[in-house]
């Protein structure tokens, strides 16, 4: 152990190497079983694929056999083809020689006929020339006669060749002739039979053939199927009987390789029902330290306005008793001025994670890390000793050598480390400490039981060991080079410092809003007279302005201390570098470079969360300045026009006056404002006997619809709802709807915010119809719906689950928040258990 042991940095990181070896070491364990199981299961699975081979050469025998089988058959199939083609080719060679035969017949015929034709043409010819030859020989007879006659004057009585009867030649011409006649015409009528029988015939032929050849067909495949069921009936029971033998081997593969797959699977779910249960308490653990940090951050909120109001009052009360002057109070206000100095003085915390230098950060990780490598020497020689031991016991012998020196000869050996290493970690760590001396110039104050002796006998150690060496003449020497000179400081630290500051304008801003609204609540329950205005809605509005002002400084003072956390580790990196440049070039100098980078856009606000969140803040500022702004002009508005102006009221407004003007010129003094209208609403309004700003009053209470003249007209007046009241007044903060809800005791129904109070014990259920759903919610969920659709969100976690318009409330945790989720508003007092399985509707 060293000086610097502890110091927070060192702590911290030998916490973190610790935290970090144990979850290694739960990691390894847990990983080694898993693998050692799967190991298992795989190890079985191959003995049986190992036990079961696969068939291989199964499915060729089958393909060859198959083959062999369609050769034969093909074989078969072409001996059948080639003698039906020699028959085919034997038929029709008749067939050829039949139409060679037929064709021959058919041109004698022909012929035969071609001949009667033209003899018939002849015998035609010669009895027309005939024929004419007698007519011609008859009309020159005829003319002959007539002339004669004709003569004589007397008609002749010879007959003529035409009168002459037909002898038998003719009549035989004539019967021939018809004959021939008759002949033609049974020559086409045989002839055309023949054509048809013909065509007949050949059709016929085709069906034969086709017959035939299905015949053959059939005749060919029954021959084949018998010879296939005679031949291989035999190989068909083989393969069928390796075909079983190898599913029989799939099926046992499969079932072996099923159970690795199912042991996995199963191991898988475990995995996951435990990072579920992981995540589940996780998810809890953050709920549970967000609510609480939330809370811890309303309550640290809420004493220091309890301390800053102890304090004004203890001024008021040292400032009243010292204008009195009263002798006897000189003692009292001696202590009351002590008590305000106490209350006053700024905290100190001790802190240890002050500013330090970067040398005295490079020495303190140096020696935690030489510190953590010497502790691991010791555990690999340890190691190697059990492990030699081990070896030696065995009995067995290895004479090789190692580093010039053999194995056998360190037998027995024990190197002396413990010495070794203390004199190294002696020698060493005063010279860093030395050296961080130097850099600072300031040695911090530590306690005397607290230093260790390594400091304080640094001097003898170096002095005898050099005495050691000039006595013996060595030719070693120790030779400690000087210290280097300390780095400059970082440029970013200052600005780092400076950057704490970026949000303290906003928060003054939001706590000058509360102290407005408080004056403002404790104006609104001060009996008044002027009955015209709905001041049980004002005080609603009033006491949500409040609680939407709480709970943003709440998240500022959160994001407040996340970047202060966040600036403590850029500065803790900015002191570990080796040079404000990040100096060593290469991956590292790019990485210094880049994070130098990430530093300047948080010192300079650039950064992209920074920007949004400095915009969000100062929006929910200006709004909020608004709209307190428009409530103190109301409230002052309507006790200045009161009508009954007695001397009690009037002495009641001076004091209220009073107070504004102390506490707004006490925060105004120290916070500087955001713009030059900041102070103008901030401050409280003036008497209407100023005239710059009671015509702005009027004009602004006018425009709302509060001036005297108005008020009696209805457009404002003390009937009127809180919802009604929100919509004149045009309000920028958010404000939530309002319901109706039911209280425990004796089912009450009345108006109220659509959230929960703070520290409320009802539960209120808004009728949503959905699905049935089942929902976690963690941290800022929901949120009220206003005009501008935005809303602040509860804090803690809560479990819902709904079933097709009824939702049944699981579980509930504490909630200091208002919120709306999912249709569904719970609300629970603190340190009162949530009601599990209440029904509501």
Avoid at 137 to 147: F, K, P, T
Avoid at 545 to 574: A, C, K, Q
Avoid at 653 to 667: A, C, F, G, Q, V
């Amino acid at each position: 152990m060293t000086a610097n042991d502890d110091h927070p940095l060192v702590r911290h990181i030998q916490s973190l190497n610790t935290a970090l070896n144990t979850h290694h070491t739960h990691t390894t364990h847990t990983t080694t079983q898993s693998q050692s199981h799967l190991i298992s299961i795989l190890e079985h699975e191959l003995s049986t694929l190992r036990a079961t081979p696969l068939p291989q050469s199964t499915e060729s025998t089958i393909k060859i056999n198959q083959l062999s089988l369609a050769l034969r058959t093909l074989n078969d199939k072409l001996d059948t083809t080639e003698h039906l083609l020699v028959e085919r080719t034997r038929q029709l060679d008749h067939a050829l020689s039949d139409v060679s035969t037929a064709k021959a017949s058919m041109n004698a015929a022909y012929d035969v006929a071609a001949r009667l034709h033209a003899q018939n043409q002849d015998l035609h010819t010669a009895l027309r020339m005939e024929v004419e030859k007698s007519r011609m020989s008859e009309r020159v007879i005829q003319d002959y006669a007539d002339l004669v006659r004709k003569l004589e004057g007397r008609r002749s009585s010879i007959p003529t060749i035409s009168n002459i009867p037909p002898n038998d030649e003719q009549l035989e011409k004539t019967r021939l002739q018809n004959q021939l006649s008759d002949c033609q015409y049974e020559v086409s009528v045989l002839q055309t039979r023949l054509e048809a029988q013909t065509q007949t015939n050949s059709d016929l032929i085709s069906q034969v053939s086709q017959l035939q050849v299905d015949i053959d067909k059939h005749d060919r495949d029954d021959d084949t199927a018998s010879k296939m069921v005679s031949r291989y009936m035999k190989f068909s029971q083989q393969s069928t009987n390796a075909l079983q033998t190898t599913l029989t081997s799939l099926q046992h593969r499969h079932t072996t390789t099923l159970t690795s797959y199912t042991s996995q699977i199963h191991l898988l779910h475990h995995q996951i029902q435990t990072l579920t249960s992981l995540s589940d308490q996780l998810r809890y653990h953050l709920s549970k330290e967000h609510f609480g940090r939330r809370w811890e951050t309303r309550m640290r909120l809420q004493l220091v306005r309890r301390e800053e109001r102890c304090v004004e009052g203890l001024k008021r009360w040292l400032r009243r008793s010292e204008e009195r002057g009263e002798a006897g109070m000189m003692e009292m206000i001696q202590d009351a001025k002590i008590i305000i100095d106490q209350l006053d003085a700024p905290l100190h915390i001790d802190d240890h994670h002050q500013p330090i230098s970067g040398s005295l950060a490079r020495i303190i990780m140096m020696q935690s890390t030489i510190q953590d490598l010497l502790d691991r020497l010791k555990d690999e020689q340890e190691r190697r000793l059990e492990l030699e031991e081990w070896v030696g016991s065995r009995g067995f012998r290895n004479d090789q050598v190692e580093n010039g020196v053999t194995l056998q000869d360190q037998d027995g050996v024990v190197l002396p480390l413990e010495p070794i290493i203390d004199l190294y970690g002696e020698r060493i760590y005063p010279i860093l400490e030395e050296s961080r001396v130097k850099d600072e110039g300031v040695v911090e104050k530590e306690d005397d039981t607290a230093s260790p002796p390594s400091i304080t006998s640094h001097d003898t150690i170096v002095e005898v060991m050099v005495e050691q060496d000039v006595e013996k003449q060595t030719d070693t020497a120790l030779d400690i080079p000087p210290p280097p000179p300390p780095p400059p400081p970082h440029p970013l630290l200052k600005s780092l410092h400076e950057s704490r500051n970026r949000y303290t304008h906003i928060q003054n801003s939001f706590q000058n809003c509360h102290i407005a609204l408080e004056h403002l609540k404790s104006h609104l329950t001060l009996p008044v007279h002027n009955n015209n205005l709905p001041f049980d809605a004002l005080r609603i509005i009033v006491q949500r302005l409040d609680d939407y002002t709480e709970d943003v400084r709440v998240e500022l003072e959160i994001r407040v201390l996340d970047e202060d956390v966040l600036g403590r580790g850029y500065e803790t990196l900015l002191m570990c570098s080796l040079s404000p440049s990040g100096g060593g070039g290469g991956e590292e100098g790019k990485w210094n470079e880049e994070e130098e980078e990430e530093v300047l856009d948080f010192v300079n606000g650039t950064d992209p969360s920074i920007v949004k969140a400095m915009k969000g803040f100062e929006d929910k500022v200006r709004d909020l300045e608004e709209d307190v702004g428009v409530m103190k002009k109301v409230v002052y508005r309507s006790i200045d026009d009161d009508e009954d102006d007695d001397e009690e009221e009037q002495t009641m407004k001076k004091k209220i006056s009073t107070t504004d003007d102390t506490l707004s010129t006490e925060t105004l003094v120290a916070t500087p404002p955001t713009s030059r209208w900041m102070t103008s609403w901030i401050s409280p309004i003036p008497s209407p006997s100023q005239q710059g700003s009671s015509s702005i009053l009027r004009r602004t209470v006018s425009s709302l619809g509060l001036s005297p003249s108005s008020s009696h007209k209805g457009v404002m007046h003390a009937k009127m709802s809180t919802g009604e009241v929100i919509q004149h007044l045009q309000l920028k903060t958010p404000m939530p709807e309002l319901v109706t809800t039911y209280e425990h005791s004796g089912f009450v129904e009345k108006e109220e915010w659509d959230t929960f109070s703070r520290l409320g014990s009802s539960v209120t259920a808004v009728t949503s119809r959905t699905r049935s759903s089942f929902a976690i919610g963690m941290g800022v969920v929901g949120g009220d719906r206003g005009p501008r659709g935005k809303g602040r969100g509860m804090l803690g976690s809560a479990m819902m689950m709904g079933d097709m318009g009824r939702r049944r409330v699981v579980s509930t945790s504490v909630v200091t928040n208002t919120s709306t989720t999912g249709g569904m508003e719970i609300s629970k007092k603190m340190g009162v258990p949530g009601e599990v399985g209440e029904d509501v509707d």
